[in-house]
T-cell receptor
């Protein structure tokens, strides 16, 4: 079964500083990996996804993530945090192959400090 | 384009009472999902529909939970009777298909509080 681990439930970052959210996965088959963002009182929105093409994936709102098989990681970064980036971020994995079941991590609540 | 619509947004009930949640997916989306999100956790899949057929309901507690998707469009998730531990956010999502390239679009969720 596939799973992801996100450490540190709350992450504080200063406005303008680097945003780094860590995600490590466990999968017995080549994984497909996703990052979702959830703003207060809204549904989850897809930020970006890795589906075995380029290992560096660019998403919306200036976010990107790099798939590293040797480290079983898919960390999310943004060079410069903005106040509007305050939200909860979830990493997820699926095996694909016609079964689109997503296994989510526990999430990171990002707080941006002015 | 309208997103996934869920109602109600909030529901407070007493334990042992029944409760139902409704979801209207994005038009044309054949695949519909119900997820459970406990406080401080990521969403967990309860059931997945392909049109009217429930193709993955292995995580649905069938003793008290039921779901239906009549005519392959709207869906209802029901709990009867509700227990204190059912307090959570219930998310509905939809996608064009079940392939890896089919992005899942989520609704805002229904926050259930069981007293």
């Amino acid at each position: 079964a596939q799973s992801v681990t996100q450490l540190g439930s709350h992450v504080s970052v200063s406005e303008g500083a680097l945003v780094l959210l860590r995600c490590n996965y466990s999968s017995s088959v080549p994984p497909y990996l996703f990052w979702y963002v959830q703003y207060p009182n809204q549904g989850l929105q897809l930020l970006l996804k890795y589906t075995s093409a380029a290992t560096l994936v660019k998403g919306i709102n200036g976010f990107e993530a790099e798939f590293k098989k040797s480290e079983t990681s898919f960390h999310l970064t943004k060079p410069s945090a903005h106040m509007s980036d305050a939200a909860e971020y979830f990493c997820a994995v699926t095996a694909g192959g016609g079964n689109n079941r997503l296994a989510f991590g526990k999430g990171n609540q990002v707080v941006v400090i002015p | 384009e309208a997103g996934v619509v869920q109602s109600p947004r909030y529901k407070i009930i007493e334990k042992k009472q029944p409760v139902a949640f409704w979801c209207n997916p994005i038009s044309g989306h054949n695949t519909l999902y119900w997820y459970l999100q406990n406080l401080g956790q990521g969403p967990e899949l309860l059931i997945r529909y392909e049109n009217e057929e429930a193709v993955d309901d292995s995580q649905l507690p069938k003793d008290r939970f039921s779901a239906e998707r009549l005519k392959g469009v709207d869906s209802t998730l029901k709990i009867q009777p509700a227990e204190l531990g059912d307090s959570a956010v219930y998310l509905c999502a939809s996608s064009l298909g079940a392939g890896i390239t089919d992005t899942q679009y989520f609704g805002p969720g229904t926050r259930l509080t069981v007293l």
